[in-house]
């Protein structure tokens, strides 16, 4: 099983940088398949990026493309997320979580481990 923390949220000011690291524990974290989610108050979550377990393959949600990048190092069981030129709409909780085994984490509903998130608020 695996067991994920998140840190490195704050707050910053629009056209900011931001870094979010998510600790993992138990061996098998690189065999799982990873994505950060985030969740405004009253609104579902999504899906922010995704990362396979080689970390060769990356995906970004349309709203980040080009301004969030995704990655991970399998050696210190970390994911990580750089945020730059971050907007007053990218305002949210961010959780990194796992895939379920053989899914793609397109969707939240495909997530199995999930961390307790970490506040992340831009302003204008």
């Known amino acids: 099983q695996v067991q994920l923390v998140e840190s490195g949220g704050g707050l910053v000011q629009a056209g900011g940088s931001l870094k979010l690291s998510c600790a993992a524990s138990?061996?098998?974290?690189?065999?799982?398949?990873m994505g950060w989610l985030r969740q405004t108050p009253g609104k579902d979550r999504d899906v922010v990026a995704t990362?396979?377990?080689?970390?060769?393959?990356?995906r970004y949600a349309d709203s980040v493309k080009g301004r969030f990048t995704i990655s991970r190092d399998n050696a210190k069981n970390t994911m990580y997320l750089q945020m730059n030129s971050v907007k007053p709409e990218d305002t949210a909780v961010y959780y990194c979580?796992?895939?379920?085994?053989?899914?793609?984490?397109?969707?939240?509903?495909?997530?199995?481990?999930w961390g307790q998130g970490t506040q992340v608020t831009v302003s204008s």
């Open positions: 979580a796992a895939v379920v085994k053989g899914r793609l984490g397109s969707i939240p509903q495909e997530y199995e481990y």
């Open positions: 138990g061996r098998t974290f690189s065999t799982y398949a």
């Open positions: 990362i396979s377990w080689s970390g060769g393959t990356t």
